[in-house]
């Protein structure tokens, strides 16, 4: 297996242990938690970079990669609910544009197409990064600094409506891409 599907499928253990750190409380589990996850994101973006110009892009990783990225994601805003953060209506929709984003990438494969990232949905990925980051960086600096704004109601409902705006860029987006790609849906 080469170096960028290597780090691929270190994405999907990272996000075990990001979950773990996220939800299980052991002195530190916050700073970890941001550790953790910092680390799946610069593999996301190493393997992507050797895939491109080192080792070539692979079938492996072309269909491994958004998924590593997805259950990722999805074991952020999963402990968000959990912590209380995010509602988990909001996380269904997310999670649910991204199984059937998945399926339709499936589908595609199936028929012989490969169905590249969209504008939208780069859009979706880098807001919901802004958003997960910066939840992660407060829940850390309240780990350290008991007093800090995680507990300000002003924080709190800031990040509601990002939450609320980071939603409706996924669903949008989903939308967007399978609108793009109906044509997958003839026979």
Same mark, same amino acid.
């Given at each position: 297996?080469?170096?960028?599907?290597?780090?691929?499928?270190?994405?999907?253990?990272?996000?075990?242990?990001? =979950?773990?750190?996220?939800?299980?409380? %052991?002195?530190?589990?916050?700073?970890?938690?941001?550790?953790? %996850?910092?680390?799946?994101?610069?593999?996301?973006?190493?393997?992507?970079?050797?895939?491109?110009?080192?080792?070539?892009?692979?079938?492996?990783?072309?269909? =491994?990669?958004?998924?590593?990225?997805?259950?990722?994601?999805?074991?952020? %805003?999963?402990?968000?609910?959990?912590?209380?953060?995010?509602?988990?209506? =909001?996380?269904?929709?997310?999670?649910?544009?991204?199984?059937?984003?998945?399926?339709?990438?499936?589908?595609?494969?199936?028929?012989?197409?490969?169905?590249?990232?969209?504008?939208?949905?780069?859009?979706?990925?880098?807001?919901?990064?802004?958003?997960?980051?910066?939840?992660?960086?407060?829940?850390?600096?309240?780990?350290?600094?008991?007093?800090?704004?995680?507990?300000?109601?002003?924080?709190?409902?800031? =990040?509601?409506?990002?939450?609320?705006?980071?939603?409706?860029?996924?669903?949008?987006?989903?939308?967007?891409?399978?609108?793009?790609?109906?044509?997958?849906?003839?026979?």
């Amino acid at each position: 297996m080469k170096l960028p599907n290597i780090l691929t499928v270190s994405r999907f253990a990272l996000a075990a242990v990001f =979950m773990v750190c996220l939800s299980v409380s %052991f002195p530190g589990s916050p700073i970890a938690a941001v550790i953790v %996850f910092g680390v799946a994101a610069l593999t996301d973006a190493l393997d992507g970079h050797l895939a491109r110009r080192v080792y070539g892009c692979s079938a492996f990783g072309t269909l =491994m990669d958004p998924l590593a990225d997805k259950v990722l994601t999805a074991a952020a %805003f999963i402990g968000f609910v959990e912590l209380k953060i995010m509602p988990a209506w =909001m996380v269904t929709l997310i999670l649910s544009r991204e199984m059937m984003v998945t399926g339709l990438r499936l589908l595609a494969i199936d028929k012989g197409v490969v169905l590249a990232a969209s504008v939208w949905g780069k859009q979706k990925t880098i807001w919901q990064m802004v958003y997960i980051s910066t939840v992660l960086l407060a829940f850390a600096s309240y780990s350290i600094y008991p007093w800090s704004f995680l507990e300000s109601a002003a924080f709190r409902l800031t =990040m509601l409506w990002v939450a609320g705006v980071v939603t409706a860029l996924t669903v949008w987006s989903g939308i967007v891409y399978f609108r793009e790609n109906r044509s997958l849906f003839s026979n």
